[in-house]
């Protein structure tokens, strides 16, 4: 029996629901930032265009291994509930921190500074601006999901819309526009092939990052087992063809030369077919980008609170669900306050987007390694559990997966500053909080508020054993 009430998550999202806030969540500022640095990092056209394409390969993997988790164990809180059911309940706890104080309040503070950093140049509010229109824009999105999922949904889709639409009308220049006689850029100089793509690699991953994000929504998608494959899919090949054509509009106006020497790549193509009519569309873009990220961002983030909350003895009210908003409300003004907490940190900081980078990557990537080993624990552990969606190539897709997660903790332990020491460091104070769970025992299946597609005997997460006599 699965325990269900008014006050948990009820399925109301559809597959067209989700796949738009995968999209908006991933297609945030990241193409209007990385394209120059990726080409700046490899010695083709062809390479920077495999790159893209390299990643698009890991985000699929990536994807399928999260699908069958997501389909086995459908649950609001998403990774949370895949660590505790791998790796028992103070793990869990512990994602549940690192991701409710570092990991997603990091990512919405480093948004909301990029969409304070333009919305500053349309209407400046002194040295301050960026942080206040950061976090104006929190406190406003956080009300918005608190008034309910509903709403939130419907600002989403429209928002993902008009993204998607401002992205494709840069390509269509890109491919179709005059760029008229241009100065060739100064020439700059590469690191050696071999060394750089890895490099560019770290770029074009962050590019793609939130797909992952996707996990909380199974608690909230209609018939999960079966729809949350179809999500993480096809939300993948939207980004894909998206990433690639605009990076391929890109180069055929600039060249990689251009690309390597430009600061901003799509204003810069934009100015040379469009005039400055083009360059005001782009920065159009890039706001309405950084609005549809941080809306879906918010959306999810709350929900590991939800369920963290029920775990512990402190804050229980944090872990209730507003039935009238169908949102964890207590959940989302805890995330919101937390993140406002970041964006007044960073506000000191030189650059407040690189402070959040530098803060969130390293904790991200080892949290998301220890979801990619969670997939073949819990075959071991489970051996007869009903999978309704099984990743390809096993045990081949989530090796190829965790190799990528270390490659890429290194990496932002390697390229980060003292951040990163102050992200592990906030990780690390949250162990006290394992002193306060509310059960010694594992997460129980039963605590799952979805239509869960196995046969559990509650309280214990005990699975029938087929064949036994």
Same mark, same amino acid.
């Given at each position: 029996m699965t325990h269900r009430n008014k006050a948990d998550p009820q399925p109301t999202l559809s597959v067209f629901d989700a796949v738009t806030i995968m999209v908006g969540i991933v297609v945030g500022v990241g193409i209007f930032k990385t394209p120059a640095l990726v080409a700046g990092n490899v010695g083709s056209e062809a390479a920077f265009l495999g790159v893209w394409v390299a990643g698009g390969v890991i985000t699929l993997i990536g994807a399928l291994c999260y699908a069958e988790l997501a389909a086995a164990h459908p649950h609001a809180g998403?990774?949370?509930?895949?660590?505790?059911?791998?790796?028992?309940?103070?793990?869990?706890?512990?994602?549940?921190?690192?991701?409710?104080?570092?990991?997603?309040?990091?990512?919405?503070?480093?948004?909301?500074?990029?969409?304070?950093?333009?919305?500053?140049?349309?209407?400046?509010?002194?040295?301050?601006?960026?942080?206040?229109?950061?976090?104006?824009?929190?406190?406003?999105?956080?009300?918005?999901?608190?008034?309910?999922?509903?709403?939130?949904?419907?600002?989403?889709?429209?928002?993902?819309?008009?993204?998607?639409?401002?992205?494709?009308?840069?390509?269509?220049?890109g491919f179709f526009g005059s760029a008229g006689v241009v100065s060739a850029p100064p020439p700059v100089s590469t690191t050696p092939e071999s060394a750089a793509i890895g490099l560019a690699m770290?770029?074009?991953?962050?590019?793609?990052?939130?797909?992952?994000?996707?996990?909380?929504?199974?608690?909230?998608?209609?018939?999960?087992?079966?729809?949350?494959?179809?999500?993480?899919?096809?939300?993948?090949?939207?980004?894909?063809?998206?990433?690639?054509? @605009?990076? %391929?509009? *890109? /180069?055929?106006? #600039? &060249?990689?030369?251009?690309?390597? !020497?430009? $600061? =901003?790549?799509?204003?810069?193509?934009?100015?040379?077919?469009?005039?400055?009519?083009?360059?005001?569309?782009?920065?159009?873009a890039i706001v309405v980008a950084a609005l549809s990220t941080l809306n879906a961002t918010i959306f999810t983030g709350a929900r590991v609170y939800f369920a963290m909350a029920r775990d512990i003895t402190l804050l229980p009210r944090v872990g209730e669900w507003d039935d009238r908003?169908?949102?964890?409300?207590?959940?989302?003004?805890?995330?919101? @306050?937390? %993140?406002? *907490? /970041?964006?007044? #940190? &960073?506000?000191?900081?030189?650059? !407040?987007? $690189? =402070?959040?980078?530098?803060y969130s990557a390293p904790v991200f990537w080892a949290f998301l390694l220890l979801v990619a080993l969670a997939l073949p624990i819990l075959r071991w552990r489970e051996p007869d559990r009903v999978l309704p969606f099984r990743v390809p190539l096993y045990p081949l897709t989530p090796a190829l997966f965790a190799l990528t997660c270390v490659y890429m903790l290194h990496a932002s332990l390697a390229y980060?500053?003292?951040?990163?020491?102050?992200?592990?460091?906030?990780?690390?104070?949250?162990?006290? /909080?394992?002193?306060?769970?509310?059960?010694?025992?594992?997460?129980?299946? =039963?605590?799952?508020?979805?239509?869960?597609?196995?046969?559990?005997?509650?309280?214990?997460?005990?699975?029938?054993?087929?064949?036994?006599?």
């Open positions: 998403g990774e949370y509930h895949f660590l505790g059911r791998a790796y028992g309940r103070p793990m869990a706890v512990l994602f549940g921190w690192a991701r409710g104080s570092v990991i997603q309040t990091g990512a919405i503070a480093a948004v909301a500074f990029v969409l304070g950093d333009y919305a500053q140049q349309i209407a400046p509010l002194g040295p301050y601006g960026p942080a206040i229109y950061a976090a104006l824009s929190i406190v406003a999105l956080t009300a918005l999901n608190v008034a309910g999922t509903v709403q939130s949904k419907t600002l989403q889709i429209g928002v993902t819309f008009v993204e998607v639409g401002l992205i494709a009308a840069i390509i269509v220049w770290i770029f074009v991953l962050l590019t793609y990052g939130g797909w992952n994000e996707a996990a909380y929504l199974s608690g909230e998608l209609r018939d999960p087992s079966r729809n949350m494959a179809r999500v993480l899919v096809i939300g993948t090949a939207v980004l894909v063809a998206l990433y690639l054509t @605009a990076n %391929a509009a *890109l /180069l055929a106006i #600039l &060249g990689l030369d251009g690309l390597r !020497g430009s $600061q =901003a790549v799509a204003t810069d193509m934009m100015r040379l077919v469009a005039g400055d009519a083009g360059a005001f569309i782009v920065s159009l908003g169908r949102a964890p409300a207590n959940g989302l003004i805890a995330q919101g @306050a937390v %993140a406002l *907490l /970041l964006v007044a #940190l &960073g506000a000191a900081s030189r650059d !407040g987007f $690189q =402070a959040m980078v530098d980060t500053g003292t951040g990163a020491l102050i992200g592990l460091g906030v990780v690390l104070a949250g162990l006290p /909080l394992l002193l306060f769970q509310s059960r010694p025992d594992p997460l129980p299946e =039963a605590a799952a508020p979805v239509d869960a597609p196995v046969r559990v005997a509650p309280p214990e997460p005990i699975l029938v054993q087929q064949g036994e006599r």
